[in-house]
Nanobody, 124 residues
Framework: QVQLVESGGDLVQPGGSLRLSCAAS????????MGWYRQAPGKQRELVAR???????NYADFVKGRFTIARDNAKNMVYLQMNSLKPEDTAVYYC??????????????????WGQGTQVTVSS
């Protein structure tokens, strides 16, 4: 129905930068918001940043001033620019899309979809 393709995860040194990308495709009627979440081993998945189609952003406190979320509505893509990375940023990062999706020719349903996750490792 809907799939999210993520890229950009890598091994990086503390203080380094990475840019994550996520492209949504499939039976999309409209996207209300897109976001990035992360999950470290033994921890709950947590919000990193989220952005609405109108451009309103929401950041977790631990990334404010370091990460920037951006979107390209025409391409159904969302990006996460991560600067000044810290070892505690190490996690699997997941893309999420929330919106209205086709469930038939004309039927629609609101819902959420998740990407497969991309590994970000910050280590010296």
């Amino acid at each position: 129905q809907v799939q999210l393709v993520e890229s950009g995860g890598d091994l990086v040194q503390p203080g380094g930068s990475l840019r994550l990308s996520c492209a949504a495709s499939g039976s999309i009627f409209s996207i209300n918001s897109m976001g990035w979440y992360r999950q470290a081993p033994g921890k709950q998945r947590e919000l990193v940043a989220r952005i609405t189609s109108g451009g309103t952003t929401n950041y977790a406190d631990f990334v404010k001033g370091r990460f920037t979320i951006a979107r390209d509505n025409a391409k159904n893509m969302v990006y996460l620019q991560m600067n000044s990375l810290k070892p505690e940023d190490t996690a699997v990062y997941y893309c999420n899309v929330e919106g209205t999706f086709y469930r038939g020719t004309q039927s629609r349903m609101t819902g959420n979809y998740w990407g497969q996750g991309t590994q970000v490792t910050v280590s010296s």
